[in-house]
């Protein structure tokens, strides 16, 4: 592929934003596109493909640049990818064998991954022998999954939409929702994602929603809502009958959930603000089905979000870890007797998955519930996200 001075420099900008000022990579990457509307979609991908993937392998390309010059980094990093360097004076200090000697001098695995040691350190002691494995698959990228709307469409119907433009998906067993992207592409800016055909989801979060076992007409609570994706796969499969509460303490996020659900033809869905515990206490056994999507580290989402492991700290898991047990203490009380609640992560940490359930039910507010079953989804096995989903009754 040839390289462009121009695409080049709009990576060097979107670095610096993510690295220098702590911004978010993918709203960086959204505006960085932005402010070049003469980019093709050649270049776009170029620009977005290539933050994402300097992003995820900064610690390693930072060891082995001979200096911390965003044009150094850019050309280890490419050279990184088997690809051969142009002969710029921009790349003039790099030395292509010198690199690879470095590289092949590498023992530490916490470097090879490219993670902070600490983060290595805390893989080994939860996840064992399954650690090395998982941090491998989490550095792959991820694949781009569909969730088919299924209020307004079919799963083959859609698939066959998508073929005539020349985007072609495939089935996964298991997921019988999800179409899978042959190749990466924008498919936001094509019709039937406009008329609310299909979500951008990956297969594993698809798994959350279905866990829940609703029904039509019943009253369910989502109550770690976020932009409501969750909320929208179970209004589907509730075939848009009865009523699912999404509640967040940001208001900005439902806001997201009210324009996704008008495009996705959903009408049962309130949208409401978690102001405090008087919010939850008003909602005492009220809700057939609850889902707890719980804040958590990422961990299991690493492949589309690389930059997660460059702001986790081992002070903010164990914030995690409290945020999570808040939540099981007191979110529960809404669920009726005979109901049927989700806890759910996108992390691969027995510590804010099992761990933090079991301790939620040898506690007083956990003393009326039981544990139907519980899945824990790891990259390495399942080629998606990592995910964990525990079913819980109230008796």
Request: net charge neutral.
């Amino acid at each position: 592929m040839k390289l462009h001075n121009n695409t080049i420099r709009g990576v060097h900008t979107a670095l610096q934003a993510i690295f220098e000022e702590g911004q978010y990579a993918d709203k960086v990457i959204e505006r960085t596109l932005k402010s070049n509307p003469k980019w093709g979609a050649r270049d776009r991908s170029f620009i977005a493909e290539t933050t994402y993937e300097m992003v995820r392998w900064w610690r390693l390309i930072n060891y082995l640049s001979p200096s911390k010059d965003y044009w150094d980094l850019f050309g280890t990093y490419w050279l990184m990818q088997g690809n051969p360097l142009p002969e710029w004076e921009e790349f003039a200090r790099i030395n292509p064998d010198k690199l690879k000697g470095k590289y092949e001098s590498i023992h530490d695995p916490a470097l090879l991954e490219s993670i902070p040691d600490w983060l290595q350190k805390l893989g080994e002691k939860e996840l064992g022998g399954l650690w090395e494995k998982e941090i491998h698959a989490l550095n792959e990228e991820a694949e781009v999954v569909l969730r088919v709307n299924t209020l307004k469409t079919t799963r083959e119907r859609l698939k066959n939409q998508l073929a005539e433009d020349g985007i072609n998906t495939y089935v996964v067993k298991g997921y019988p929702d999800a179409l899978v992207l042959e190749e990466r592409q924008n498919v936001f800016r094509h019709p039937a994602f406009k008329e609310g055909l299909f979500e951008v989801q990956d297969a594993s979060s698809q798994l959350v929603a279905s866990s829940l076992a609703v029904e039509p007409g019943m009253r369910v609570i989502d109550a770690c809502a976020g932009a409501g994706g969750k909320s929208l796969h179970l209004a589907a499969l509730m075939e848009n009958k009865g009523k699912i509460l999404s509640m967040d303490v940001e208001e900005w996020k439902l806001q997201q959930t009210k324009l996704r659900a008008r495009r996705d033809g959903v009408s049962i869905i309130e949208p409401r603000v978690i102001e405090g515990t008087k919010t939850i206490k008003r909602l005492k056994e009220s809700a057939d089905r609850l889902l707890l999507d719980v804040p958590c580290s990422g961990l299991g989402v690493l492949r589309r979000n690389p930059d997660t492991k460059w702001k986790l700290s081992p002070e903010s898991i164990d914030k995690v870890h409290q945020t999570q047990q808040e939540i099981l203490q007191s979110y529960p009380s809404m669920l009726k007797k005979g109901g049927q609640m989700v806890y759910a992560t996108c992390s691969i940490l027995p510590s804010e998955n099992e761990l933090q359930v079991k301790k939620f039910l040898e506690s007083d507010a956990g003393k009326d519930f039981e544990l139907i079953e519980d899945k824990k989804v790891l990259a390495q096995e399942s080629g998606f996200d990592g995910f964990y989903i525990a079913r819980l009754i109230k008796k």
